[in-house]
């Protein structure tokens, strides 16, 4: 079954490609009528006419649902692509219209989230204040898987070490911002805070708070612990989230590993103190990802040179993100 560009665009609608997705993302007839207010036998019947063009399912009918078949996975995703590039079209004619403007969406590392992007939409509110920016924090591998797909613009990260991580993602351009440490922390009162010199083998004996054992954290967590000599902690739970962390310290005995970006906030309000090892621990080198394949609209290229901006302070030693403040300064 072949078809000229002229057949596809008469016998299949954009239109139907939408609802279509809005079907495999909600799993439900029901809730995708809902969301796109129009009646369920309106839905039922762009389904067939999608089923009678490509000849095969694209739906599978059960008790809990519907879900996709493995030609209805492929044809949302397409269609996902599609919604994102009439997005970046819509971004070029407001752009045109009323100059810097548009819909932006960026995915972020907690990090990240917490450091170098609220600095630079600052800068980015200064010069295009009808630039709107939705924010998604996540882990790399969720984040990247979407990006690919054309549901986020730009993801900011840490950079694998292992480059064999490609394979997964597809293409995509890296451009590297700056280097980040990681920080031992633990409650304002911990022990550990009164010795003069703090062993790692004595930090053994403390309970832990690790990342996921799926994230790239928690890779760069053993890894610090390989390279310290210690064994890594038995006494241990796993968490992703940066304020049940910082509530479990309270007991001033956890200890937990957090880029230094994000502690240092927590530092400041007094709640945690930073344990000292004797050395830096690096955390990696962070950076921006695009999809190698989409166009970088002027929105992107704007939040990247903000990014710059802000990161630049981070590469001399010890010197912290600026404060909102002194970004003014640096935008004049």
């Given amino acids: 079954m072949k078809h000229s560009t002229v057949s596809l665009a008469r016998k299949v609608k954009f239109y139907q490609l939408v609802v279509f997705d809005q079907i495999v993302a909600s799993g439900s007839l029901v809730k995708a009528a809902g969301a796109l207010n129009i009646t369920q036998p309106s839905l039922t019947k762009i389904v067939q006419e999608l089923e009678y063009f490509f000849q095969a399912p694209l739906l599978v009918r059960g008790n809990r649902g519907v ?8 044809i949302s995703r397409r269609a996902r692509s599609m919604l994102a590039d009439l997005r970046a079209l819509n971004d070029d004619v407001e752009a045109y219209r009323r100059g810097t ?31 709107l920016i939705s924010l998604r924090v996540g882990q790399m591998n969720q984040l990247l898987s979407v990006l690919q797909v054309g549901e986020l613009d730009m993801v900011v990260g840490r950079i694998p070490d292992d480059w064999g991580w490609r394979a997964n993602v597809g293409d995509l351009t890296v451009v590297p911002l ?9 409650g304002a009162k911990h022990p550990l805070h009164a010795l003069e010199t703090r062993p790692w083998d004595l930090m053994h004996a403390y309970p832990w708070i690790l990342p996921p054992r799926e994230s790239v954290f928690r890779n760069c967590a ?21 304020l049940t962390n910082i509530a479990l310290m309270q007991d001033n005995q956890t200890l937990s590993l957090l880029p230094a970006a994000v502690a240092g906030h927590f530092v400041q309000s007094g709640m945690i103190k930073e ?15 695009f999809a190698a394949h989409r166009k970088r609209e002027p929105s992107l290229s704007l939040l990247l040179e903000c990014l710059k901006k802000v990161t630049q302070a981070v590469e001399r030693e010890d010197a912290p993100f600026p404060t909102a403040a002194s970004l003014s300064l640096m935008n004049h």
């Fill in 67 to 74: 879900t996709a078949t493995e030609l209805g996975e492929l």
């Fill in 101 to 131: 403007s548009g819909y932006m969406l960026v995915g972020s590392l907690t990090s990240a989230s917490m450091s170098a992007i609220p600095q630079a939409l600052h800068l980015v509110r200064q010069r295009a204040p009808s630039l």
């Fill in 178 to 186: 700056y280097q980040e440490r990681l920080s031992v922390v633990a």
């Fill in 222 to 242: 053993e890894n610090v612990f390989a390279k310290a000599g210690m064994t890594p902690p038995t006494d241990f739970i796993e968490s992703a989230s940066i």
């Fill in 275 to 289: 344990v000292d090892v004797g050395e830096d621990l690096a955390y990696g080198q962070v950076g921006c990802f």
